[in-house]
């Protein structure tokens, strides 16, 4: 799979962080989204705006496509981004699972 295979809203996820749109950032997820990063979780748009705010956007992420490769489930990605800014730092996956064209949820580690 390649970066012209990316599904939509991983494309609106990492675009909306690269332009710092937190409003588009949010929009791109579902209303019920859940996501859980090292084990900190964050439910629903509102909690992703709290991810937002305190470790993406909020401290100047970059995401740089790496890979992307389909899940265990026809709806879910795992996504390697290489991440930069004033936060984490590195490279490495993301798993999304979407629906009805938004991320239904996030799981990064």
Do not use: K
């Amino acid at each position: 799979m390649t970066s012209t295979d990316l599904p939509a809203p991983i494309q609106t996820f990492i675009d909306a962080t690269n332009r710092a749109d937190s409003d588009a950032f949010v929009a791109a997820f579902t209303e019920d989204a859940y996501l859980n990063d090292w084990g900190r979780e964050f439910h629903g748009r509102d909690g992703v705006r709290s991810w937002d705010r305190t470790d993406n956007i909020g401290v100047q992420s970059h995401f740089e496509l790496v890979a992307v490769e389909r899940g265990t489930d026809s709806d879910s990605y795992v996504v390697t981004l290489t991440v930069s800014g004033n936060g984490f730092n590195g490279t490495g996956p993301m798993t999304f699972r979407l629906r009805d064209g938004l991320i239904a949820s996030l799981r990064i580690s």
